[in-house]
Structure formats: structure tokens, C-alpha cells
């Protein structure tokens, strides 16, 4: 099962920041954060991960709250091909196999 | 640098038929990942396979469905009898090395198989 939770769907308008919220209070010390999403039939992306800092790469931010227990992942300027689920998942770097939960359907609206 | 290659995209089979998926993992990966996710619903891992090695298969169906992933050739989902309910998109993940988990995970376009 997905150690994760997160809002089922969220509207962000074109051009603003879309903020993802992710629950996981029950992550272990040597557990990262990970995101990926699903644009509509296509097979997922990776997004971006973090452990305990905040990272940032050209698709996305990774803000982690101190006590680990919740990150946001950020788009800061949506696009209409943003439109997707986004998935939360913790894991280590082993080979553990991803477990998605329901994720998050984003949708950018003009 | 080729990503995961999945062939056929699109596979229309009777019931009772075989399905068979074929999956290319990307240059330099030796980890092959399986999910199936089913129309409206979520990603559901099937199996994880090293080459000639099945690691994790619990995700897979008991009966009709298997999978390998031989020293050469691309790694192989085998569906057989399929039923209507198999109807799904079939995606698979490729990955350098245990040790880079999920971050080191690409997947392939999936392929799309319809039971008429």
C-alpha cells in the first residue's frame, strides 16, 4: 500500500505557482521523497526527489518540512501541459519497487 | 540515448488468445519493471525482473500470466488465455541499478492491450 496521501484533485490557473501537497508521517530515516507524474495515456515521468533539503531542477521545487513528514512539489509557472496526476512516493534507493497511490489530478485551467 | 521501448503500443486480442509485450529497457539498465493499470484506475506493479532472474513477482496475477527478462532480447509480459478483463495499458520501468531506485526509473509509452 501507498505510505502517502494526497488531495484527490486540484485546479491551478495558467501561468500561477501549482502547489502539490503530500502527506508521509510514517517515512523512515532513509526513506526519499519521490514525484512523478502521469500525463493523460502516457507512461509516467520522474519529476524530482529529495531526503531532507529542498531540491530543485528545471521541471520542478521540493520543499520538505523539517520533520519530514510532508513535502509540496511546485510548478512555478503552470502550463496548460501540466495537466496530469501527480504522484507522491517514499522509498529508498534500493530497487524497491514503486508503489503508486491515487495521486493528484492537477488541472491547469486557462 | 533511446528511452524504454514498448512494442507493440497498441494489441488487439480475442479471448483466449495470447498477448505477448515486449519491453526494451534503456541503454546500461539491467532492472525491468512491469505495471498494468487498468481504464480509470491507478498504476499497479506486476513484477521486477533482473536479467534471467525474477525478483519480485507479487504483484503478478497467480495463473496465465508470466514474465522473463533473458541474458539477450528485450524483457517479455506473456498473457495467455486473455480475457476481457486483461484489458488494460501495460506500462514498463527500466533502472540502472539497485541502487538508484525510484530517481533511476524511466518508463516506457506502454502498451495498450484490448480483449474483443
Known amino acids: 500500500d501507498a505510505k502517502t496521501t494526497q488531495p484527490t484533485s486540484m485546479d491551478c490557473a495558467e501561468g500561477r505557482a501549482a502547489n502539490l501537497p503530500c502527506n508521509h508521517s510514517t517515512i523512515s530515516g532513509n526513506e526519499y521523497v519521490y514525484w512523478y507524474r502521469q500525463i493523460h495515456s502516457q507512461g509516467p515521468q520522474y519529476i524530482i526527489h529529495?531526503?531532507?533539503n529542498n531540491e530543485t531542477n528545471e521541471m520542478a521545487s521540493l520543499i520538505i518540512t523539517e520533520d519530514r513528514k510532508s513535502s509540496t512539489l511546485i510548478l512555478p509557472h503552470a502550463t496548460l501541459r501540466d495537466t496530469a496526476v501527480y504522484y507522491c512516493?517514499?522509498?529508498?534507493?534500493?530497487?524497491?519497487?514503486?508503489?503508486f497511490g491515487p495521486g493528484t489530478s492537477l488541472s491547469v485551467i486557462p | 540515448n533511446a528511452g524504454v521501448m514498448q512494442n507493440p503500443r497498441h494489441l488487439v486480442r480475442r479471448r483466449g488468445q495470447e498477448a505477448r509485450l515486449r519491453c526494451s529497457p534503456m541503454?546500461?539498465?539491467?532492472?525491468v519493471y512491469w505495471y498494468r493499470q487498468l481504464p480509470e484506475e491507478g498504476l499497479k506493479f506486476m513484477v521486477y525482473l533482473q536479467k534471467e532472474n525474477i525478483i519480485d513477482e507479487s504483484g503478478m496475477p497467480k495463473e496465465r500470466f508470466s514474465a522473463e527478462f533473458p541474458k539477450e532480447g528485450p524483457s517479455i509480459l506473456r498473457i495467455q488465455q486473455v480475457v476481457r478483463g486483461d484489458s488494460a495499458a501495460y506500462f514498463c520501468?527500466?533502472?540502472?541499478?539497485?541502487?538508484?531506485?525510484?530517481?533511476?526509473?524511466?518508463f516506457g509509452s506502454g502498451t495498450r492491450l484490448t480483449v474483443v
Open positions: 529529495g531526503l531532507k
Open positions: 541503454k546500461g539498465h539491467s532492472h
Open positions: 520501468a527500466s533502472s540502472h541499478s539497485e541502487s538508484t531506485g525510484a530517481y533511476g526509473y524511466t
Open positions: 512516493i517514499v522509498g529508498e534507493t534500493s530497487y524497491d519497487k514503486v508503489i
